[in-house]
């Protein structure tokens, strides 16, 4: 067996590599905890109007009946009831909305910026950030363009959609040409 022996600037040049490397980790996840953490903003407050309100302490849940419009920060929630979910001093994050999920059921409408939203119901998770829009018709519009399906789901931190059909009724989609990025 013959030994090999590798030049001392091998060494200092692997070594040295490993340190940059080591730093250039060190600096990208540093990069990526701020962009995490700009994303982090106050929860938001909620503001509920409706004929009709039924709260239950027991299930952390008030029910909103009647013309139901929630606002909150640049989105508006119309619909015919709408729970409210709350967090039980157990399950709350330091730092988190103490509204857990909202459930809108009957005619929902959920508009945000450019973005609106037609279903027969709407599943907001409030940890998450995800919106699933259900129903027979369920319909996303942003500007002219439009898109149709039985489950629509909303993956508001990533800016994703997801849209599934049944073997009845397919995903529909329109894009109009003059739209500007193209987008749901």
Not at 163 to 184: H, I, M, N, P, R
């Amino acid at each position: 067996m013959k030994i090999v022996r590798i030049p001392t600037y091998y060494n200092i040049s692997l070594g040295l590599l490993l340190i940059l490397l080591s730093l250039f980790t060190q600096v990208s996840l540093a990069a990526q905890e701020n962009k995490t953490a700009d994303k982090q903003q106050p929860p938001a407050d909620l503001k509920i109007t409706s004929d009709k309100m039924i709260a239950s302490k027991d299930q952390s849940m008030v029910e909103f009946m009647g013309k139901v419009k929630a606002v909150r920060a640049d989105s508006v929630l119309l619909a015919d009831s709408v729970k409210v979910f709350f967090h039980t001093s157990k399950t709350k994050k330091e730092g988190q909305s103490n509204v857990k999920r909202i459930l809108a059921t009957g005619n929902v409408e959920y508009t945000e910026g450019e973005r609106k939203a037609f279903s027969d119901q709407a599943d907001y998770d409030t940890a998450d950030e995800i919106l699933v829009l259900t129903g027979e018709q369920a319909r996303l519009l942003t500007g002219k363009s439009w898109i149709t399906g039985k489950k629509i789901t909303l993956f508001k931190v990533q800016n994703r959609v997801v849209v599934e059909s049944t073997e009845k009724t397919k995903v529909e989609a329109f894009f109009d040409a003059e739209d500007q990025d193209g987008s749901l």
